[in-house]
């Protein structure tokens, strides 16, 4: 079983900074791709970025393009987003998310193409 564990999400302004945080134990975690999703009130939810395993490449959504990056410490069993430029439209709960699963050949993009999730941390951006 594999828990992942997101932390660092709090209100901040407008045209700020945040960076988020999320754990994994369970299995090794450089055998895991990683993502980010974010899910606003009453929307449904969207993929922020994917991290493929197998080399590092990333893909992002065009509306975070260039504000937001992803990384990861394998050592640390953690994959981080660093969010800047932040948006009021920025405001959702995030999810981190993991697929253990191989026969990708790009970063994963959907829901169903992770395995695991963590619960969500709230994101707040005031304007």
């Known amino acids: 079983q594999v828990q992942l564990v997101e932390s660092g999400g709090r209100l901040v302004q407008a045209g700020g900074s945040l960076r988020l945080s999320c754990a994994a134990s369970g299995r090794t975690f450089s055998s895991f791709s990683m993502g980010w999703f974010r899910q606003a009130p009453g929307k449904e939810r969207e993929f922020v970025v994917g991290l493929r395993r197998s080399g590092g490449s990333t893909y992002y959504a065009d509306s975070v393009k260039g504000r937001f990056t992803i990384s990861r410490d394998n050592a640390k069993n953690t994959v981080y987003l660093q969010m800047n430029s932040l948006k009021a439209e920025d405001t959702a709960v995030y999810y981190c998310?993991?697929?253990?699963?191989?026969?990708?050949?790009?970063?994963?993009?959907?829901?169903?193409?992770?395995?695991?999730w963590g619960q969500g941390i709230q994101v707040t951006v005031s304007s």
């Open positions: 998310a993991a697929r253990l699963r191989g026969g990708l050949g790009y970063p994963p993009l959907t829901p169903d193409e992770y395995d695991y």
